[in-house]
């Protein structure tokens, strides 16, 4: 049996308020339902367990926090619990919850929160190749860009130039269709003098020729 170590009065009050309140805080919202006798020790505190029902009755021992019990029966405030060596005590019902401790509910939250963080890794992973896969394809598209700005660049290029040497071509071809028509209007000119001149002399020759015959 453990060794009795008592306690006022005040100081049992006040930590059975304190594990009332921890107890409230520390229960899961969705917890399973356990066997019907299935009991467990408060997790907030160790707790005195006595020979009886009531505050009168000596202190036995200790339970510890998290610890299961199996609930006999109630009476008042207290109820009463066989522990894992088989000793019935008797404990405050509020020291008691109803769902298992954090030391056997834990191997379990840390199984969830494994599964978890593998399935948030996993979607961060397929996050980051959907998005590795979409920053391929822009830089695909960004590179196909950058090519077609170059060729239209060089075409724009290759364009001015030649609508630069078409100016040039026209140009010198309208100097050269001035001066052929230069030419032509000498020449002209020179046929027309000729044969302005050749109207001149002929006649003038035909008298001439005309008086000699009548001299003869």
């Known amino acids: 049996m ?8 005040a100081l049992t009050a006040l930590r059975g308020g304190l594990i ?3 107890i409230a805080l520390a229960a899961p ?6 066997a019907s006798d299935a009991r467990w020790v408060s997790d907030s505190l160790s ?3 006595r020979s009886g029902p009531t505050d ?12 299961k019990v199996s609930l006999v029966t109630s009476q008042g ?4 619990v066989r522990g894992q060596n088989g000793d019935l005590v008797w404990i405050l019902s509020n020291d008691l919850q109803a769902v298992p401790g954090q030391n056997e509910r834990l191997p379990q939250l840390d199984a969830q929160v494994a599964e978890l963080s593998g399935q948030l890794k996993s979607i961060d992973d ?3 190749n959907r998005v590795q896969g979409m920053q391929e394809t822009l830089d695909s598209r960004k590179a196909l860009i950058d090519e077609l700005e170059s060729r239209n660049k060089a075409l724009n290029e290759q364009l001015a130039q030649s609508q630069s040497t078409l100016r040039d071509t026209q140009a010198r071809l309208g100097d050269e269709n001035k001066q052929v028509m230069m030419r032509y209007m000498v020449y002209g000119g020179s046929i027309a003098g000729a044969g302005l001149l050749a109207g001149l002399i002929l006649p003038a020759l035909t008298r001439g020729r005309k008086r000699n015959d009548r001299w003869f």
């Open 56 to 67: 009168g009755h000596r202190i036995v021992g200790t339970l510890k926090s998290g610890q």
């Open 77 to 80: 405030n207290y109820s009463q």
């Open 2 to 9: 453990p060794d009795i170590q008592p306690v006022s009065p």
């Open 29 to 34: 919202a969705h917890a399973e339902e356990p």
């Open 47 to 49: 707790t005195y367990v």
């Open 20 to 22: 009332a309140a921890l």
């Open 126 to 128: 397929s996050w980051k």
